[in-house]
């Protein structure tokens, strides 16, 4: 995966996107957020916000900013703000592995179905921890390379063509864990068959 290749395959998605994986991922959506158990006037930070389709569910009483970058699937997002008079909400064109936040900006960082499309998800995940204050927490819901030796046999042979649908079928969490260091408090199956899974760690 890189740069070019998310955006090309956000700007083929964007149109078709919410009614595809919008009802499919919306049990992670509302998981989450329901974990992140927001207080009024908090910050949270979504990267990858992509069409907005969580924006919504967020507590009217906490600030919201969303970055994605992709402008085809963020029009959408500020076509939903608007619907909803989500006045909470701000939303910018931004690449997630090289925000221009201030240090220690907001109390909540949150990553839903972004880290296995990301081109370099280590740089992703030391900028929401850049971002995000001390004792602050972040929070990842993603697909990872399934422990069922059939399933994760076939992820491995579609990995080729990542490229193509977007995201890396064989992401491995031991990996992932193992190159950026974070150490994970909860681990939560989510959606169908729990075939994804969020994640909240504590930023140290």
Known sequence: MDREAVLKSYRR???GYDLCFGALFHPGRRAIIDRMACRPNES?????????LSLPLYPTNVRVTGVDISPDMLARAQERCERHE???VT???????GMDFPNH???KVVAMYVVSVAPDPVRLVNEMR???????????????QHHHPVIGGFERLTAPLSRL???????????FLDET????????????????????ALNV
């Open 86 to 88: 989500l006045s909470h």
């Open 91 to 97: 939303l910018h064109c931004v690449d997630a592995e």
């Open 130 to 144: 850049r971002v995000c204050k001390p004792g602050g927490e972040l929070y990842i819901v993603n697909h990872f």
């Open 165 to 175: 649908v977007g995201f890396r079928p064989d992401f491995s969490l031991p990996r």
């Open 13 to 15: 998605f964007a149109g």
């Open 181 to 200: 260091g974070l150490v994970i408090q909860e681990k939560t199956p989510v959606n169908l068959f729990g075939y994804w899974s969020m994640l909240k």
């Open 44 to 52: 949270v930070l979504e990267v990858g916000v992509g069409t907005g």
């Open 105 to 107: 900006s907001f109390d």
